[in-house]
């Protein structure tokens, strides 16, 4: 993962787990969808990312987004190289391969990476 890119990318995963952590979860929840878009084509920020989605899920009791993640999670890790839906914030409640758009602030950063 480029600097930069990564500078971003843990900068809304350090936010996510301080609002986890303040049991703000969807404050938490918000900076791991954009550390998603961030890192999904990555192995392991990809997996990364699902896997706090799951602790949300779980501390929420939400079942959609407990099996959700747990099928993401296996996803990031086995596709991931492969494709990724464009700009997906990675939630269960939404579909797992729907392209979405890219945040305005994100898209210069994504672009240099050739990412749309």
């Given at each position: ?33 954009r550390a ?80 749309n």
């Open positions: 993962m480029q600097a930069e890119l990564r500078q971003v990318y843990d900068r809304e995963m350090k936010a996510a787990s301080e609002a986890y952590a303040e049991d703000n979860l969807d404050k938490a929840f918000f900076h791991l969808e998603h878009i961030l890192g999904q084509s990555f192995t392991l920020p990809h997996a990364k990312a699902h896997w706090w989605m799951l602790k949300v899920g779980l501390k929420r009791r939400d079942f959609t987004e407990i099996t959700g993640q747990v099928l993401r999670i296996l996803g990031a890790l086995s596709f991931t190289r492969i494709w990724v839906p464009v700009g997906n914030t990675g939630g269960a409640h939404v579909p797992p391969f729907q392209s979405m758009p890219i945040p305005e602030e994100f898209r210069s950063l994504l672009q240099k990476r050739g990412r």
